[in-house]
C-alpha cells in the first residue's frame, strides 16, 4: 500500500460523524460492518484497523490472509501433508504460522479478555466530543453482544468470568453510547442483573470514576485520590514513586481529573442513563453513602480498615479544612507535568488502555479540544483496537508484538528449524523486527518521571511504548543470541547493544535475587493495604515473579555460555546465584510455582524448570526439579494432556479444568523435556494428544484463555497455540529421535 494511502485511510479513523441513534434489537441483529473491508496496517510495529470506504481503496490495497484469519473469514490455505512424526506436525504449524508474519517481521493477534477497557475509551470519546466512526460503533457493540452472559445478561471483570457490576453497568453505558435502545432484550435483561445486583453504586472505585466523569454519578461516591500524593517526598514509605507502574500510571490522571471535578453537562442520553443504572431515582440517592458500596462479585480485594480510615480522613478533615488552593493547585500542577512526561516518553502511546483514555481526558481538561496533545491522543486510542470475527475490542496493550515474536523465533529455534533454509527468511524479517525495537535510549531527566532505566530494553510490544520488562528484554535477548551465532544470519544487533541489555537487566535485580516486571520493587507489600482498586489483587508494587526471574537466569546464562562469557562476569555469576536461590525458595512443598502472568502452575512451571536447567539442574541431580517434574506428573489427565483453570489464578489453589488445553499441555511438555525426566511415555501421552488436535491446514482451535494479570483478571495469548507446540514438539522429537506417533 503506498504512503498517501496510508495517510489517507489513517485519517479517515477521525472523520467527523454524527451520533449514533438508539437501534433496535433486530437492526442490531442485521448490522454488521462488511468483513471484507477491514485491513490491518503494521506500521514498524504500531497496529491500526482500517475499514475502506470505496471500491478503488479495495482495490489498491488487497486483503492479507493475516487479515483474513483475525477476521474469522476463509484463509484458502491448503491441506497439508498429515503429519506423522512430531517434526512433521512443527513443519506443518511453522507453514501455516508463517503464513500470519506481517511485513515489519512480527506477528500480531488479539491481545483480549479483560472486559472493563472498552468503557473508558468510550467515555472519553464521548466527553471529548470526539465522533465515533460507524463502522467502529457498529463492531463494538456487536463484540459486547456476543461476549454477554447468555444466562443472566451480564458482563465480567474478564470474558470467562462470572457477571460483576463492573462489567455489567460500564458496559452497558457503552452499549447505550453507541446507539443501543434501552428497550433492546439483551439490554433489558442485563439492566435486570445489574439492579439485581445492586445498581451502579455497588461498582468499585474506577466504576465510580468514569461514571462520575460522564454526569452519571456524583462525584462524592467516589473515594478521593488527592494530586497532591504526588508531591510527597520520595522517602515517604507510600509515596506514589514506590507504587507498581501501573498503579503510578492510572491514578496520576485520575487524581489530576478528580480534583478538577471534571463532570460532562447531562445530554438526554446521560440523563436517562442516569435512571437506569440505580434502583432508585437518581435524585434520591445520597451518593456520599455509597462510597464504600461493592457487590460481593466485585470486590475480590477489599478495602482495609486502614484504607477506609484514611479515605474517611480525606473526605472528612482534609479535604473540606485543611486543603488550600495554593496546595491543590500544586498537587495540580505537578500531577499534570508527570502526564506529560509520560506522553513525551511514549509519543502518547501510553503505557496501557487504562491510562490512555484517562491522559486523553487530563489533556483535553488542561490543553483544551483543539490542542495537538488531544488530537495526538485520538489517534492514539486506535492502536489499542483491534478487529475480529465477534466484533471490535480494546486490547490489554498496544499490542504483543516483541513478546510474541521472540518467543517464535525460540520456538523454531528448539525445534531444530532455524538453519533451514525454507525458514530463515521468515526468521531474518522476525529479527529484523527486534533490531528495529530496541530501545537505545533512556528516557529524558528519567529520574523525575520515575522512570527505570530502559537503553537496550525491549518493552512489551513496541519501542515507542517504550517500557522496560525484564522478561521481554531476556526473552528478546536470547532470541537474537540464538540465530545471531547460527551460520548465515546478519549481524544485526551489535555486540554493544546486547552489552546494553544485560546492563539494563543487571539494574532490575531486588534484594531478594527475584526479578519484578517494569523495575525493581520499590515499596513494600505491606502497601496492599492501601489498595483502592478493589477487583485486583497484588497491584501496588512490583513483586517477585518466577516468570520474570527465570526468564534473566535463562537470558543471563545463554549470554555467558555462547556470547561473551567474560563481560561482567563476576557480577552476572551473582546475579544467576541469587536468582535460582529465589526461585528454589519460591517453590511451594508439593513442587509449584505460582503464575502471575499465565495460567498458572503450568506456566511457571515451564520456566522455572527451563531456569534451572539452563544452570545444570536436572531431575537426575536435583530434588527440587524432581519434585517439579512429580508435581506435573501427578496432575495428568486422562487424554494425556494437562488442563488447568483460570480459577487457580484466583484461589491460588491449583484447579484443573474441564478439558485438556493444547497450550498447558505443551508448557507440561516443555518443562518435563527441560528437566531432562527420563521416563517417556507420559511426554509420549501428551504429544500424542497435541497431534491429534491440529488440524489438516497445521493450525490448531482456540481453547481456553491462557493470560492472566493482578490475580483476577485473564488476558488471551491467542498465538500461544502455535508457539509451544512448535517448541514443545520440536524438542520432543529431537529428544527421542523423531519417532511416528499414533
Request: proline residues 6%; contains cysteine.
Amino acid at each position: 500500500m503506498n504512503g498517501s494511502l496510508a495517510k489517507h485511510l489513517s485519517g479517515s479513523l477521525l472523520n467527523r460523524h454524527p451520533p449514533a441513534s438508539p437501534t433496535s434489537h433486530d437492526d442490531l441483529e442485521a448490522t454488521r460492518t462488511d468483513p471484507k473491508r477491514w485491513r490491518l496496517l503494521d506500521e514498524r510495529g504500531r497496529q491500526t484497523w482500517h475499514y475502506l470506504q470505496s471500491d478503488e481503496e479495495i482495490k489498491s490495497w488487497p486483503q492479507s490472509i493475516a487479515d483474513n484469519y483475525f477476521l474469522g473469514l476463509p484463509t484458502n490455505l491448503p491441506p497439508l501433508p498429515r503429519a506423522q512424526t512430531p517434526i512433521d506436525s512443527v513443519q506443518n504449524a511453522i507453514t501455516y504460522f508463517s503464513q500470519l508474519q506481517l511485513p515489519p517481521g512480527n506477528w500480531a493477534c488479539e491481545y483480549g479478555g479483560p472486559l472493563f477497557l472498552l468503557p473508558g475509551l468510550v467515555i472519553s470519546w464521548y466527553v471529548t466530543e470526539t465522533p465515533v466512526p460507524e463502522h467502529i460503533s457498529i463492531e463494538i457493540r456487536r463484540y459486547l453482544f456476543a461476549r454477554q452472559h447468555p444466562e443472566d445478561g451480564g458482563w465480567g471483570l474478564h470474558i470467562e468470568g462470572e457477571s460483576s457490576v463492573f462489567g455489567t453497568a460500564m458496559n452497558y453505558v457503552v452499549l447505550r453510547l453507541l446507539g443501543a435502545s434501552e428497550e433492546d432484550t439483551r439490554m433489558v435483561k442485563a439492566r435486570g442483573l445489574l439492579h439485581k445486583l445492586g445498581g451502579a453504586v455497588n461498582g468499585p472505585h474506577w466504576a465510580k470514576f468514569w461514571l462520575s466523569v460522564l454526569g452519571c454519578m456524583d462525584w462524592s461516591a467516589v473515594n478521593p485520590v488527592p494530586p497532591e500524593l504526588w508531591l510527597l517526598p520520595d522517602w515517604v514509605p507510600i509515596s506514589p514513586w514506590r507504587w507498581w507502574i501501573h498503579m503510578r500510571q492510572v491514578f496520576l490522571p485520575m487524581s489530576y481529573i478528580a480534583s478538577r471535578g471534571f463532570r460532562y453537562p447531562l445530554t438526554p442520553l446521560t440523563r436517562q442513563l442516569r435512571e437506569e443504572l440505580y434502583t432508585q431515582p437518581y435524585t434520591s440517592i445520597n451518593f456520599a453513602s455509597h462510597r464504600n458500596s461493592i457487590s460481593p462479585t466485585d470486590n475480590y480485594h477489599p478495602k482495609t480498615p486502614l484504607l477506609n480510615t484514611i479515605n474517611h480522613l480525606f473526605v472528612k478533615l482534609w479535604n473540606p479544612l485543611l486543603r488550600t488552593n495554593a496546595i491543590r493547585q500544586r498537587g495540580e500542577d505537578w500531577a499534570f507535568e508527570l502526564i506529560e512526561r509520560e506522553d513525551e516518553n511514549t509519543d502518547f502511546a501510553n503505557l496501557g488502555p487504562v491510562n490512555g483514555p484517562m491522559n486523553f481526558l487530563a489533556c483535553y481538561i488542561h490543553d483544551g479540544p483543539d490542542s495537538y496533545s488531544v488530537e495526538r491522543h485520538r489517534q492514539r486510542m486506535h492502536d489499542f483496537l483491534w478487529m475480529k470475527d465477534e466484533g471490535m475490542l480494546m486490547n490489554g496493550t498496544n499490542g504483543v508484538q516483541t513478546w510474541d515474536t521472540a518467543f517464535l523465533i525460540q520456538a523454531v529455534f528448539e525445534a531444530g528449524k532455524a538453519e533451514d533454509p525454507e525458514w530463515r527468511p521468515m526468521l531474518v524479517k522476525a529479527l529484523e523486527f527486534l533490531d528495529d525495537q530496541q530501545i537505545r535510549e533512556d528516557c529524558r531527566e528519567q529520574g523525575v518521571c520515575y522512570r527505570q532505566r530502559r537503553k537496550g530494553a525491549w518493552a512489551f510490544s513496541t519501542r515507542e511504548q517504550g517500557y522496560t520488562v525484564s522478561d521481554c528484554t531476556s526473552e528478546a535477548m536470547k532470541s537474537i543470541i540464538s540465530l545471531q551465532h547460527l551460520p548465515g544470519f546478519p549481524q544485526l544487533v551489535s555486540d554493544q547493544r546486547i552489552k546494553d541489555a544485560v546492563d539494563t537487566l543487571l539494574t532490575m535485580q531486588n534484594r531478594s535475587g527475584g526479578f519484578a516486571s517494569y523495575e525493581p520493587i520499590r515499596g513494600s507489600a505491606y502497601m496492599e493495604y492501601l489498595n483502592a482498586a478493589e477487583v485486583f489483587g497484588r497491584i501496588m508494587i512490583e513483586y517477585d515473579y518466577p516468570e520474570c526471574t527465570t526468564a534473566v537466569v535463562t537470558a543471563l546464562s545463554l549470554f555467558t555460555r555462547k556470547h561473551d562469557p567474560q563481560y561482567r562476569k563476576t557480577e552476572i555469576e551473582d546475579t544467576i546465584n541469587r536468582a535460582v536461590s529465589w526461585i528454589l525458595k519460591d517453590q511451594r512443598a508439593d513442587g509449584s510455582w505460582y503464575g502471575s502472568w499465565g495460567i498458572c502452575f503450568s506456566y511457571a512451571g515451564m520456566f522455572a524448570l527451563e531456569a534451572l536447567a539452563s544452570v545444570g539442574r536436572h531431575y537426575g541431580n536435583d530434588e527440587a526439579v524432581a519434585l517439579g517434574c512429580q508435581f506435573f506428573l501427578d496432575r495428568q489427565m486422562a487424554d494425556g494432556g494437562w488442563g488447568e483453570s483460570y480459577k487457580s489464578c484466583t484461589t491460588g489453589t491449583y484447579t484443573p479444568h474441564q478439558h485438556s488445553q493444547v497450550v498447558q499441555t505443551c508448557w507440561v511438555i516443555i518443562a518435563l523435556l527441560e528437566a531432562r525426566y527420563p521416563e517417556r511415555e507420559p511426554i509420549e501421552k501428551a504429544v500424542q494428544m497435541v497431534m491429534g488436535r491440529q488440524k489438516e491446514d497445521g493450525s490448531w482451535d482456540q481453547e481456553a484463555i491462557e493470560g492472566v494479570f493482578n490475580k483476577s483478571c485473564m488476558i488471551s495469548y491467542p498465538n500461544y497455540k502455535f508457539i509451544f507446540p512448535i517448541k514443545a514438539l520440536g524438542m520432543y522429537g529431537k529428544r527421542f529421535g523423531n519417532p511416528k506417533v499414533q
